[in-house]
């Protein structure tokens, strides 16, 4: 068969997008200065441009009531924070992503899949383009016995790869990392947009074929996106981001993307000498050290798809020496932050033009769910009147910009967390407590106050009402 045509073409690093010559907006993704310049090798075509099809047989439409459902049954890696964002666990014959930033995991992750795996008997290929088989053998030495079953290979080639997968027939495949691995048909170099679209297009059909679970790692940019283009996250089943302060002790699994369940799971994890740990109960984990008697402190509860965190809200709010205040948020939205102390400067009279403020996610936690905004409201107004808030009030809902205070999703949940971890006053949207006070035939006592399972339930209907309180 003759070689095809050398050409070269210009490709978005962003979505992908191909282009006969440089622009410089993508007409795709709109992104700016994306273009990259590489030489591709065209395939040799039949009628019309279009590649033949060698020794391809013709596939034929099915009714959907033919289609048979059969339950695949899921390998557990016995890490219950993975397999919670996984779906439950691994789904045989699906390709998984994995980015984050250097140093922050990955790799120790995968590893201890690989070891789990293989105490239960799986086959498990741990494939390396980085490192070489003493490094990661130094690494596994850290995190205790490994089984038999468990083979190392230091390739970057991906056609041997692929005769390796095909001989062994390995349950699981772990590939470290997509940006080292090359494909030969592809005359780009490794880690450009043509060869990480091409290889991943390999292990998608190895993945797909033969049944078995592939694991790529992915590099991410300095905007924190998986780096090569968009295009990459679409082919793969589930994309799965690993996140933390490399100098913090706690990692964060989070679900960006998966076919086989949800994605608003996420998973803990705390970096040790041995390796990553799982954090059972990550409230607890967020709220220790917490100051006592502290103003512009409050703890809110935020949902990560079926679990609730409880996470501490600091505020501090202190006079400007300039005359332009200043504005500051950590863990949460700049700009939410900015329009909740607009709603109290509005709706309380608080004269805050002339002050600082700094609002700050306790434990290095990044929230952007809206039901945290009552506990920003209040940490703002604690710290602004310099009067500390009750250590064993726990605050949730969400505030609109007539200063009302709506409801959320899932207030029972978020209340049954709280007294777990001794919490006795909870204030929450009117709505809810109704909601919940009528689905248990509970009643309301004065000032639209209720005891409900042993915490004290205070319904409030709008920020102000939640500020009387306190």
């Not at 099809?53 to 890490?79: C, F, N, P, V």
């Not at 790529?216 to 940019?221: A, E, N, Q």
């Not at 808030?389 to 726990?394: M, N």
Request: glycine share 10%.
């Amino acid at each position: 068969m003759a070689k095809g045509k050398k050409t070269t073409v210009f490709f978005c690093q962003n979505c992908g997008y191909e282009s006969s010559k440089w622009m410089g907006q993508c007409p795709g993704c709109k992104e700016w200065n994306s273009f990259v310049e590489e030489t591709v090798v065209a395939a040799k075509s039949g009628i019309g441009g279009v590649a033949k099809s060698e020794g391809r047989q013709r596939q034929k439409a099915q009714k959907l009531s033919d289609i048979s459902m059969k339950e695949e049954e899921k390998l557990l890696t016995h890490m219950s924070e993975l397999d919670r964002v996984l779906g439950g666990g691994i789904v045989p014959g699906s390709l998984t992503l994995v980015g984050g930033d250097p140093g922050i995991g990955k790799s120790t992750l995968l590893l201890q899949v690989c070891r789990e795996l293989s105490a239960d008997g799986q086959k498990v290929l741990y494939i390396s383009g980085e490192e070489s088989l003493k490094q990661i053998k130094i690494r596994a030495n850290r995190m205790g016995e490994f089984s038999e079953t468990l083979f190392l290979l230091c390739e970057t080639n991906l056609s041997l790869i692929e005769e390796t997968i095909k001989e062994m027939e390995p349950k699981v495949v772990i590939i470290d990392s997509i940006q080292t691995m090359y494909n030969e048909n592809v005359s780009a170099a490794p880690g450009s947009v043509s060869q990480v679209r091409e290889s991943t297009g390999v292990l998608m059909q190895l993945a797909k074929g033969f049944g078995i679970s592939i694991f790529i790692v992915g590099h991410v940019t300095k905007e924190g996106t998986v780096a090569g283009p968009r295009v990459l996250e679409h082919m793969v089943d589930t994309v799965l981001y690993f996140e933390g302060d490399r100098h913090a002790s706690y990692r964060i699994l989070r679900g960006v993307k998966n076919r086989f369940g949800s994605t608003n799971e996420i998973g803990v994890f705390e970096m040790r000498q041995n390796g990553l740990e799982e954090v059972k109960n990550p409230s607890e984990y967020m709220l220790s050290g917490k100051p006592e008697g502290a103003s512009g402190s409050i703890v809110a509860c935020s949902m990560e798809g079926t679990r609730p965190i409880l996470i501490e809200i600091q505020a501090l709010v202190c006079p400007t020496n300039f005359g332009f205040p200043r504005r500051q948020a950590t863990g949460t939205d700049f700009n939410r932050v900015n329009l909740l102390m607009a709603v109290l400067e509005k709706r309380l009279c608080l004269q805050m033009s002339n002050c600082d403020a700094y609002v700050n996610i306790a434990g290095g936690m990044k929230i952007t769910e809206p039901a945290v905004d009552l506990g920003m409201a209040m940490a703002i107004v604690s710290s602004f009147k310099n009067r500390p808030i009750d250590e064993k009030t726990i605050a949730f809902g969400e505030i609109g910009l007539s200063g009302e205070v709506r409801a959320v999703n899932m207030a029972e949940q978020r209340i049954s967390e709280a007294k777990k971890l001794g919490f006795t006053t909870c204030i929450l949207p009117a709505v809810c407590l109704d909601q919940i006070l009528e689905q248990n035939k509970g009643r309301h006592t004065e000032q639209g106050q209720a005891l409900w399972d042993g915490m004290r339930l205070a319904g409030v209907k709008s920020v102000q009402d939640a500020i009387d309180l306190i």
